[in-house]
């Protein structure tokens, strides 16, 4: 069909505003890869935009060599795969009979979940749990109690009640029972919203941070987030640093603009992968009932 004048004037606005708040949200990661790869004089001057005056990989080099960053990025790795796939099971496994209709209790079940979007647990109650549960100093302290994301298995609940429901009578005629219909029949039609909430799941994973500092005191368990936030503001580690100042092309200021892009490069690099699924998702997963 060909378009109007009208239409064409409006798409073309639309690609000028798209293209421009994309540059908006890519220019403090442009700002920071060319702090990180310019010269300390330079940097601590303001002399750097967009553009790395002074040219150099010295801030790069020193981190890729730092084994304490290269052992928290593994830990925040192993707790945003394992996390990330244990809280999918549970949250499907959560969300699924949540939304049979023959669950005779799942409205009064799915009451006492919502309210605790609404009273999250005080963080005193919240710590001594943990602790007594024995989780206290342990990776596994990042994940299990948080492993449900109340707002995420709404989200694969509402999808689940929004797929025909012949599919089911004609499973249970072929002799299906709830695991092979779950499995076989609603999980491969749910890849949009499955991959939408992983990817929530996984950028809160990554993230991790204040249970990191409530529940671990072994710097050898910090995740990415806890040793950046050490990194850049302990005089220990920036006193390490000062060290280097005379030997090496870099100061604290293009190493911290370093080490920040990389703690975040790496999770926004995955969500191009997901890009197709993730307005989908979240549009079929919308809350309805």
């Known amino acids: 069909?060909?378009?109007?004048?009208?239409?064409?004037?409006?798409?073309?606005?639309n690609y000028i505003f798209l293209t421009l708040a994309a540059f908006t949200m890519l220019l403090p990661l442009l700002h920071l890869l060319a702090v990180s790869l310019s010269s300390?004089?330079?940097?601590d001057s303001k002399e750097v935009f967009l553009w790395p005056v002074g040219f150099t990989f010295a801030s790069w080099k020193h981190i890729l060599q730092s084994s304490g960053l290269w052992q928290s990025f593994g830990v925040t790795v192993f707790i945003t795969v394992v996390g990330t796939?244990?809280?999918?099971?549970?949250?499907v496994l959560t969300a699924f009979p949540l939304s049979r209709?023959?669950?005779?209790?799942?409205k009064q079940v799915m009451l006492g979940i919502v309210i605790t979007m609404i009273f999250n647990a005080p963080m005193i109650p919240f710590f001594l749990t943990v602790r007594e549960l024995g989780m206290m100093n342990s990776i596994w302290s990042l994940i299990i109690p948080g492993v449900i994301g109340t707002f995420n298995m709404v989200i694969l609940r509402t999808f689940f009640m929004s797929l025909p429901k012949e599919l089911d009578d004609t499973a249970r005629i072929d002799g299906c029972h709830d695991f092979r219909i779950l499995f076989q029949i609603y999980l491969p039609l749910?890849?949009?919203v499955l991959a939408t909430v992983s990817l929530f799941y996984a950028v809160g994973y990554w993230n991790t941070f204040q249970r990191a500092v409530l529940f671990l005191r072994d710097p050898?368990?910090?995740?990415?987030?806890?040793?950046?936030?050490?990194?850049?503001?302990?005089?220990?580690?920036l006193a390490q640093v000062n060290m280097f100042l005379e030997d090496y092309n870099f100061n604290t200021t293009t190493l911290k603009a370093a080490t920040i892009l990389f703690a975040s490069?790496?999770?926004i690099l995955v969500y191009p992968y997901l890009q197709k699924y993730f307005v989908k998702g979240s549009l079929l997963g919308s809350l309805k009932e």
């Open 1 to 13: 069909m060909k378009q109007t004048i009208g239409e064409k004037l409006f798409q073309t606005a």
């Open 40 to 43: 300390p004089v330079a940097a």
């Open 85 to 91: 796939a244990l809280s999918m099971l549970f949250s």
């Open 101 to 106: 209709r023959e669950f005779m209790i799942r």
């Open 190 to 192: 749910s890849k949009p």
């Open 220 to 237: 050898g368990l910090w995740p990415l987030q806890m040793k950046l936030r050490a990194y850049l503001t302990s005089p220990e580690e």
């Open 265 to 267: 490069v790496p999770i």
